[in-house]
Structure formats: structure tokens, C-alpha cells
């Protein structure tokens, strides 16, 4: 399943190397916007990084695409 985000904030951290990202979905400014927004007009998306590599990654206002596959054990 694949679901699109806009990242609405981007917030560091004082005490450890890493950031929390704040993500929502998509509103329906382009024509594929309004079919992610048609499916996900809500919700929320956050998490922290904390890999030096990857903490740079995202950009507020930036639009990024969430690809979710169900896990195995």
C-alpha cells in the first residue's frame, strides 16, 4: 500500500543527535494529490531518527510517498 505525505514539521533535539518529523497527508492541490487525499483525508504520521545519515533527509513542505508492506516472521 503506498500513501502520500506532506512533511508539516521537522523539530531537533537538544539533548541526543536526532530529529522528530512530523508528517500529514497530502490535500488536493494536483490531480494526484486529490486521489491520495480521495483515500487519506486524515491522519498523522510521526516518528524520530536518529541515524546521523538520515537526519537531514526530510524538508518541511516537501512531499514524500509512505510504501507500507505487511512484514513476515
Known sequence: MRAKFQVASVSR??????VGVNLR???GDSE?????W???????????????????FFEVGEEYYLDFTKATI
Not at 533535539?13 to 536526532?18: E, L, Q, S, T
Not at 494526484?32 to 491520495?36: L, M, P, R
Open 13 to 18: 533535539f537538544a539533548d541526543f543527535v536526532g
Open 25 to 27: 497527508p497530502v490535500i
Open 32 to 36: 494526484e494529490n486529490k486521489q491520495f
Open 38 to 56: 480521495k483515500y487519506t483525508p486524515e491522519g498523522k504520521f510521526e516518528v524520530t531518527i536518529t541515524n546521523p545519515n538520515a537526519v537531514d
